[in-house]
């Protein structure tokens, strides 16, 4: 069935370097990645999306990449937060209606 | 505007009993939906309504009922509760179509002993 693999499942890294999370996808047919957010005890929030007819989008620190042909994306953060210390999760999507979550990865911004 | 709400935040059920999670949302979207969260294994769809009038399967439906109420209000309901239901559940909703986006409710913690 469709699925979602997402990589790393925890990622720590110093004050002010970059991180990467990486996730790859089944269903060639998908055509909306999008990433959420989810702090401890809140809910997932939409932080960045792309759709297939983009290979890359940027928002200030953060960029997701896509490449349709390897059926992969990536969610990369520069200059890196404590803030920025939560659990991401990328999904892909065919039409809207039923996102695939990857498992997360939970990344630790260490002060 | 509220967003996306549910209710209650938090329940502890014994097995076997029933119980229904409400969920509403303001922003006149059409699609809606019900996941479960588990320890390292993400999101997983449990129920969707991509209108009002419909609902479908997602990926883990069994053990679960849902009824779109209204364009508003999308219940799940658990008929008799099993430990292995114990879990995180959120709602969300969408306009549908092509724009993707969902926004998630807060979530209801439950725990079925």
């Known amino acids: 069935g469709e699925n979602v693999e997402q990589h790393p499942s925890t990622l720590s890294v110093q004050e002010g370097d970059s991180a990467v999370i990486k996730c790859t996808y089944s269903d060639s047919a998908s055509n909306y990645f999008p990433w959420y957010k989810q702090e401890l005890g809140k809910r997932p929030q ?41 659990v991401y ?23 | 505007n509220a967003g996306v709400t549910q209710t209650p935040k938090f329940q ?13 949302q303001d922003m006149n ?18 129920y969707y309504s991509a209108s009002e009038g419909t609902t479908d399967k997602g990926e ?26 114990t879990s995180v559940y959120f709602c969300a909703s969408s306009e549908g179509g092509h724009t993707g986006t969902q ?8 725990t079925v002993l």
């Open chain 2, 29 to 46: 979207h059409n699609s809606m939906y019900w996941y479960r969260q588990d320890p390292g294994m993400g999101l997983r769809l449990i």
């Open chain 2, 12 to 24: 502890v059920l014994k097995t076997g009993q029933s119980m229904t999670l409400q969920c509403a």
């Open chain 1, 89 to 111: 999760f990328c999904a892909a999507s065919r039409g809207t209606y039923k996102y695939i979550f990857g498992t997360g990865t939970r990344l630790k911004v260490l002060a």
């Open chain 2, 103 to 110: 926004y998630f409710g807060p979530g209801t913690r439950l």
């Open chain 1, 46 to 86: 939409l932080i960045i999306d792309i759709r297939s007819n983009v290979g890359e989008k940027k928002d200030q620190r953060i960029a997701v990449t896509l490449n349709k042909t390897a059926k992969h994306f990536s969610l990369h953060i520069t200059e890196t937060q404590p803030e920025d210390s939560a």
């Open chain 2, 60 to 85: 883990v439906p069994n053990g679960y009922n849902v009824s779109r109420l209204n364009k508003r209000e999308f219940s799940l309901r658990l008929e008799s509760a099993a430990p292995s239901q």
